[in-house]
């Protein structure tokens, strides 16, 4: 019934910038806490930027400066404006949705980000 699809990853040249879009349905989206998280093989999934029900953001620390995430409620869209990109980034971008205090947590497939060098 829930489901986040995730659009926009590619290849990209350090520098470089892309956008990744997510399309929730399913969920009432305006009152959910939505981002992305990443993950590289080997290594633990890490928050990179949320936003919450109420607009506010909060970012990994390695990417301040350079993404920035934005939510459009009537379309149940969240997005995230990379720039800068680093070959650090590369990693697998997964959209999330969910609520403080409860067990709905929902996960996106994942969209792999590689960033060249």
């Known amino acids: 019934q829930v489901q986040l699809v995730e659009s926009?990853?590619?290849?990209?040249?350090?520098?470089?910038?892309?956008r990744l879009s997510c399309a929730a349905s399913g969920i009432v989206f305006r009152i959910y806490t939505?981002?992305?998280?990443?993950?590289?093989?080997?290594?633990?999934?890490?928050?990179?930027?949320?936003?919450?029900?109420g607009g506010s953001t909060d970012y990994a620390n390695s990417v301040k400066g350079r993404f920035t995430i934005s939510r459009d409620n009537a379309k149940s869209t969240v997005a995230l404006q990379m720039n800068s990109l680093k070959p650090d980034?590369?990693?697998?971008?997964?959209?999330?949705?969910?609520r403080s205090g409860t067990r709905n947590d929902y996960w996106g497939q994942g969209t792999q980000v590689t960033v060249s060098s």
């Open 8 to 18: 926009g990853g590619g290849l990209v040249q350090p520098g470089g910038s892309l």
């Open 34 to 53: 939505t981002g992305w998280y990443r993950q590289i093989p080997g290594k633990q999934r890490e928050l990179v930027a949320v936003v919450s029900s």
């Open 89 to 98: 980034d590369t990693a697998v971008y997964y959209c999330y949705a969910g």
